[in-house]
């Protein structure tokens, strides 16, 4: 069983920056693809960037693609998703993810645990 806890959403204002933490417990967070997905009220949730268990191999919604950054630290057991030039369609719920050795994870279904999200709303 992993648990993820996500932090550092919040309110800013539009072109600004956040960076969302996403701690896994566990002895194994290097074996683990990790996720970041979000969700905005009465939408589907959504990928939005996945990164590798090394993290040697990342990918981006077209939508983030150039704007948002996702890297890991294994030692901390943490996923980061940097965002910049922040847009108030980026407003939702971000949810991280992971799953075992997994390579392009981009559906909700590819992934096996959850955080409870962390809420990012972007003002215009």
């Known amino acids: 069983q992993v648990q993820l806890v996500e932090s550092g959403g919040g309110l800013v204002q539009a072109g600004g920056s956040l960076r969302l933490s996403c701690a896994a417990s566990g002895r194994t967070f290097s074996t683990y693809t990790m996720g970041w997905f979000r969700q905005a009220p009465g939408k589907e949730r959504r990928f939005v960037a996945t990164i590798n268990w090394s993290g040697g191999s990342t990918y981006y919604g077209d939508s983030v693609k150039g704007r948002f950054t996702i890297s890991r630290d294994n030692a901390k057991n943490t996923v980061y998703l940097q965002m910049n030039s922040l847009k108030p369609e980026d407003t939702a719920v971000y949810y991280c993810?992971?799953?075992?050795?997994?390579?392009?994870?981009?559906?909700?279904?590819?992934?096996?645990?959850w955080g409870q999200g962390t809420q990012v709303t972007v003002s215009s």
């Open positions: 993810a992971s799953v075992r050795y997994a390579m392009g994870a981009t559906r909700s279904d590819d992934y096996d645990y």
